[in-house]
């Protein structure tokens, strides 16, 4: 079955275009112009990914991503919207974004970053569903993660930034290399602070003590690794 998008787009003259562009590329395509008819359809339609506008009448879209990721919905998410500043760039990536396009911005870019991402949901299906991290263990399949029997909530990309930290145990990644396999080649974007941002968010969700970290570290000057298991 063919990949659907939701595109939740107030501009009239983007979202036709989007929507052109994406059906002749196969997709299925469903669109919303305001925040309130897109959360509903988010929640309804279950779409592969979404396409979200910032600036939206009714209700922004950090507004629609906090509701979406409290309820546990995970479709990945593009955030669309005319900011460049790196602050409104981080705020969405620590909201649960998964990628973030400025406007004005290429129909191809932005083609290139769904497809990016719509590889890697499909790709973390076929690796290793369970890890064990000291005392939290984390099911990338279901998007769970439990530490000492309390469930703990990570983001959909803070999950595949451990992921592949899971997949390089006892190697050193550096930061170049998470922004490859984490946001793909095509990356523009996401810089190597917010990397840094969303390690630190993790590491206070694993470690039991994130400012004496034991098992992802900081090696200076190149990147993280994560320990093996003692």
């Known amino acids: 079955m063919n990949k659907s998008l939701l595109i939740i787009e107030d501009n009239p003259g983007i979202r036709m275009s989007l929507q052109d562009e994406f059906e002749s590329q196969g997709y299925r395509v469903m669109l919303a112009d305001n925040g309130a008819s897109g959360l509903s359809l988010a929640q309804e339609l279950e779409p592969d990914l979404i396409i979200l506008d910032i600036m939206l009448p009714g209700m922004d879209g950090y507004e629609i991503l906090k509701k979406l990721?409290?309820?546990?919905?995970?479709?990945?998410?593009?955030?669309?919207?005319?900011?460049?500043?790196?602050?409104?760039?981080?705020?969405?990536?620590?909201?649960?974004?998964?990628?973030?396009?400025?406007k004005p911005f290429s129909v191809m870019e932005l083609s290139a970053r769904v497809k990016t991402i719509l590889r890697r949901t499909e790709s973390s299906g076929k690796?290793?569903?369970?890890?064990h991290i000291g005392n939290t263990t984390v099911d990338f399949q279901r998007y769970e993660a439990i530490k000492n029997g309390k469930r703990i909530d990570y983001t959909p990309l803070e999950l595949h930034i451990l992921q592949v930290?899971?997949?390089?145990?006892?190697?050193?990644?550096?930061?170049?290399?998470?922004?490859?396999?984490?946001?793909?080649?095509?990356?523009?974007?996401?810089?190597?602070?917010?990397?840094?941002?969303?390690?630190?968010?993790?590491?206070?969700?694993?470690?039991?003590?994130?400012?004496?970290?034991?098992?992802?570290?900081?090696?200076?000057g190149v990147g993280y690794k994560l320990t093996d298991p003692a």
Do not use: C, F
Request: hydrophobic content about 35%; glycine content about 6%.
């Open 69 to 102: 990721r409290s309820r546990g919905d995970l479709p990945p998410v593009i955030m669309l919207t005319v900011k460049n500043k790196e602050i409104d760039k981080v705020l969405g990536l620590e909201l649960g974004a998964d990628d973030y396009v400025t």
């Open 127 to 131: 690796e290793p569903g369970i890890s």
């Open 165 to 220: 930290m899971v997949k390089h145990r006892g190697k050193v990644l550096t930061r170049d290399q998470l922004l490859e396999q984490v946001w793909g080649k095509e990356n523009t974007v996401v810089s190597l602070r917010t990397i840094d941002s969303h390690v630190a968010s993790i590491r206070k969700k694993l470690e039991d003590n994130p400012s004496s970290p034991v098992h992802i570290m900081n090696i200076r």
